[in-house]
C-alpha cells in the first residue's frame, strides 16, 4: 500500500504540470490583459499604461510569463503577484481559506449525517409513504440551485423578522474579540450557507445510497446471511450498509475541489469570505496569477480526493487490494 501511495504521489507532479500549463493557455486566451482597464481612465495615459504593464511582467511573450511563475512555485513556493489587491497570492488566498475550509467541512458533514440514514431509510422502507416523501424531497433538493436556496432561506428568515442574514456576523461582532456571544452571532448567521450549500448534496448522496443499498440486498452473500439465521441488524449493518457505502466514499474524495468552486454563487449572495468569489474575480478582472493558482489548488484537491478515495475503499473494502 506504501509503494502504491508514493507511486500515485509521484504521479501527481506531471499530471500538476500539464494541468498548469492548460490552465494558464486558457487564461491567456481572454481578449486584453489587466492593464486594458486603465486605458479607460483617462486619468492614465498610454505611455503610464506600458510602463505598468512592464513592472508586471505583462510585456514579456505568454511562454516567458508561464516559465517565470513556474520557476518561483518550484524554487521559492511563490505562486506570483496578485494584481487585483498589489500583494502576493498565497497572502491573498491564505486570507480567505480557513473560513472556506470550515464552511465546506461542515456542509460535507451536514450532507452526510443527513442523506446517509435518509437513503437507508427509503431503501429499507421503500414503499413507504414516509420514503416516498423522502425521495421526492430529494428530487426537489437536486432541482433548486443553491443561491435560489440561499435565498429562499433569507426570505424566510427575514419573514419572522431576522436581521443581517448575510455573511458570518452582525456589523457589530465582526471586529468585536471572541467571545461566546460572538461563537452564537456565528451559529446564527452559519446556518443558512450550510443548508443552502448542503441541500444538492444531501440530495445526491441519498439517492445514491439508496440506489446501493437496494442493489446490494439483491446479491446472494445477502440472502445467504439471512438464510443462516443471522439477526437482521447484523445482516443490515455488517454486510449490506458496509457495502453500500463504496460508491459513496468514491464520491467523497470527487466533492473537495468544491471547497473552491462549490461556493462562488452563494458566497456572492450571502456576502462570504470564501475563496470563490476571489476565483470569479480573479478571472473577471484577468488577475491571472491568482486565478492559475486557484485552478491549480483545485486540480491537486481532486488528485488528493481521489487517492483519499481510493485509501479509504481499501480499507473500508477488504475486496479492494492495490498493488
Not at 30 to 58: A, M, N, W
Request: charged letters at 15%; proline letters at 5%; glycine letters at 8%.
Amino acid at each position: 500500500m506504501l509503494t502504491y501511495t508514493l507511486r500515485r504521489i509521484l504521479g501527481m507532479i506531471p499530471t500538476l504540470l500539464v494541468i498548469s500549463a492548460v490552465c494558464f493557455a486558457v487564461i491567456k486566451l481572454q481578449p486584453g490583459s489587466f492593464t486594458d482597464q486603465y486605458l479607460e481612465d483617462p486619468r492614465f495615459t498610454k505611455e503610464t499604461v506600458e510602463t505598468i504593464s512592464r513592472q508586471l511582467g505583462l510585456d514579456q511573450p505568454p511562454l516567458v510569463q508561464y516559465g517565470r511563475w513556474l520557476w518561483g512555485v518550484v524554487t521559492r513556493l511563490d505562486f506570483g503577484f496578485s494584481f487585483m489587491q498589489n500583494r502576493p497570492v498565497v497572502t491573498v488566498i491564505g486570507d480567505l481559506l480557513g473560513w472556506t475550509v470550515f464552511i465546506s467541512l461542515l456542509t460535507l458533514l451536514f450532507s452526510w449525517l443527513v442523506a446517509v440514514p435518509l437513503g437507508l431509510y427509503t431503501a429499507f422502507n421503500r414503499h413507504g409513504v414516509a420514503a416516498n416523501v423522502a425521495t421526492f424531497l430529494g428530487y426537489v433538493g437536486l432541482a433548486i440551485p443553491d443561491f435560489l436556496a440561499a435565498l429562499l432561506l433569507v426570505a424566510l428568515v427575514l419573514q419572522f423578522g431576522g436581521k443581517n442574514v448575510g455573511g458570518l456576523f452582525s456589523p457589530h461582532m465582526i471586529d468585536a474579540p471572541w467571545s461566546g456571544a460572538k461563537v452564537v452571532d456565528l451559529l446564527a448567521h452559519l446556518w443558512i450557507p450550510v443548508v443552502a450549500l448542503g441541500l444538492e448534496g444531501v440530495a445526491g448522496l441519498m439517492r445514491q445510497m439508496r440506489a446501493s443499498t437496494l442493489d446490494v440486498l439483491t446479491q446472494d452473500y445477502i440472502r445467504t446471511a439471512r438464510a443462516k439465521g443471522l439477526p437482521q441488524n447484523r445482516v443490515i449493518w455488517r454486510h449490506a450498509v458496509r457495502n453500500a457505502i463504496n460508491p459513496l466514499i468514491s464520491l467523497a474524495g470527487l466533492s473537495l475541489p468544491s471547497l473552491i468552486s462549490g461556493t462562488i454563487i452563494v458566497s456572492i449572495v450571502l456576502n462570504l469570505p470564501t475563496i470563490g468569489p476571489l476565483l470569479y474575480d480573479s478571472l473577471l478582472n484577468k488577475d491571472q496569477y491568482t486565478a492559475l493558482t486557484l485552478l491549480m489548488l483545485s486540480a491537486l484537491l481532486l488528485l488528493i480526493g481521489n487517492l483519499l478515495a481510493d485509501l479509504a475503499l481499501a480499507w473500508a473494502d477488504p475486496r479492494v487490494r492495490y498493488q
